[in-house]
């Protein structure tokens, strides 16, 4: 039975787009996988503990030799690399915040990095990471080079032996909203953005 891990990380729930992204390709594989399995972890509404000292000396104690707090630790470590390692496709919705991830995805990533779980063992799973970002950065553009989430992603899903994850992208997503991209006229391009982000999902679930 094919099992997919949807996880979530925006801080809106009400109009985002990446949480739009990731529930249009979690439909589109359910459509596809009517007997399939989803497990589901919304990182703004059940955040996980930021990588902590206890959590770090418990990978280098004996389970025997463990504290209550690194044994707890260990435990919760366990728990979400196992849905990870349960799972054939490993869907993120990833927003940009401040050039970078936000610090909710990355508690989660820090956890399920596990010598002996996951480190060198995630080869065979899929990830597709869908995101967002409010303005322009595509080529050409001032801010090009200023996202930070994927370059870095893609370098840390190597220790996972994960080498060719998919991204879908979507931009300018504050451009009606944010009073200084007002004057641009950015709403056809943002429209246009996220018309190819899902046209972009239809193809890759097909």
Do not use: C
């Not at 787009?17 to 919304?42: E, F, I, Q």
């Not at 915040?97 to 820090?110: E, H, I, L, Q, R």
Request: negative net charge; charged residues 25%.
């Amino acid at each position: 039975m094919s099992h997919l891990l949807h996880l979530d990380s925006s801080l809106r729930t009400d109009g985002s787009r990446s949480r739009m992204l990731s529930a249009h390709y979690a439909n589109r594989w359910r459509a596809k996988h009517p007997d399939g399995a989803v497990t589901y972890r919304d990182l703004t509404v059940d955040p996980v503990p930021h990588l902590d000292n206890v959590a770090v000396s418990a990978e280098f104690v004996a389970a025997a030799d463990r504290t209550p707090a690194q044994a707890a630790a260990r435990a919760l470590a366990e728990k979400l690399a196992g849905e990870v390692l349960a799972a054939d496709t490993v869907l993120i919705g990833l927003p940009l915040y401040n050039f970078g991830p936000p610090s909710t995805f990355k508690a989660w990533f820090d956890r399920i990095v596990i010598r002996d779980l996951t480190v060198g063992k995630l080869g065979d799973k899929e990830f597709v990471i869908v995101t967002a970002r409010g303005g322009g950065y595509s080529p050409g553009t001032p801010r090009e080079g200023w996202d930070h989430r994927e370059p870095w992603l893609r370098h840390a899903l190597t220790v996972l032996s994960v080498t060719e994850p998919v991204f879908i992208n979507t931009e300018l997503t504050l451009a009606r909203e944010s009073p200084a991209m007002a004057p641009l006229d950015l709403g056809s391009a943002e429209d246009k953005s996220l018309a190819d982000a899902l046209a972009s999902i239809d193809r890759l679930v097909a």
